[in-house]
């Protein structure tokens, strides 16, 4: 079973920066996606930021330019540094890996933008 926990949330103001942190632990094989996703209150939940075991990113079109996601393969942990953050990307930021097809999800950070 694999076990994903993030840190790094908080509250910043408007421009603000945040790292999100998420480490993986329980897993046999090597982790082929590592992601962030966020959901606000009453919206779905969608893709930020993803990166592939090979280095291959996806970024959702709200945070290209702001957002940066990075892996540590060798420690199982995936890194999403958010710079220049609005109060639009406020949500709770759930990291999920995918491991031989099956997918797993944490439990959440919550990330508020307010002055």
């Known amino acids: 079973q694999v076990q994903l926990v993030e840190s790094g949330g908080g509250v910043v103001q408007p421009g603000g920066s945040l790292r999100l942190s998420c480490a993986a632990s329980?897993?046999?094989?090597?982790?082929?996606?590592m992601g962030w996703y966020r959901q606000a209150p009453g919206k779905q939940r969608d893709l930020v930021a993803a990166m592939t075991s090979g280095g291959s990113t996806d970024y959702a079109d709200s945070v290209k330019g702001r957002f940066t996601i990075s892996r540590d393969n060798a420690k199982d942990t995936v890194y999403l540094q958010m710079n220049s953050l609005k109060p639009e990307d406020t949500a709770v930021y759930y990291c999920?890996?995918?491991?031989?097809?099956?997918?797993?999800w944490g439990r959440g950070t919550q990330v508020t933008v307010s002055s």
């Open positions: 329980g897993s046999r094989f090597s982790i082929y996606v």
């Open positions: 999920r890996a995918i491991v031989r097809s099956m997918e797993y």
